[in-house]
Nanobody, 120 residues
Framework: QVQLVESGGGLVQAGGSLRLSCIVS????????MGWYRQAPGRQRELVAA???????NYADSVKGRFTISRDNAKNTVYLQMNSLKPEDTAVYYC??????????????WGQGTQVTVSS
């Protein structure tokens, strides 16, 4: 099996910061791209930030300059540092990883989600 476990969500005031973490474990041969998505009530899930295995990053326009994605390949962990948070950042944040495995099906795997709430 493959598991993605997120942590670091919570309630913060506008202008504050949070750091999300996601640890990937299980029958993993290699992790390719990793990313963070979010879904607000009544809205579709959207990409927030992504990072390749070599460290190239991609951000949604709405978070550029405020959020930073990083990863520690030795720990199979991806992070999302969120600064200058706004009420519109309120959502459930999901970790995603593209897994290569010889034991379980290779492909995209998701975490269970962590709630981020930004009060005005």
């Amino acid at each position: 099996q493959v598991q993605l476990v997120e942590s670091g969500g919570g309630l913060v005031q506008a202008g504050g910061s949070l750091r999300l973490s996601c640890i990937v474990s299980g029958a993993i041969l290699r992790i390719n791209a990793m990313g963070w998505y979010r879904q607000a009530p009544g809205r579709q899930r959207e990409l927030v930030a992504a990072i390749t295995s070599s460290g190239s990053t991609n951000y949604a326009d709405s978070v550029k300059g405020r959020f930073t994605i990083s990863r520690d390949n030795a720990k199979n962990t991806v992070y999302l540092q969120m600064n200058s948070l706004k009420p519109e950042d309120t959502a459930v944040y999901y970790c995603n990883a593209e897994i290569l495995s010889t034991i379980v099906p290779s492909g995209d795997y998701w975490g269970q989600g962590t709630q981020v709430t930004v009060s005005s």
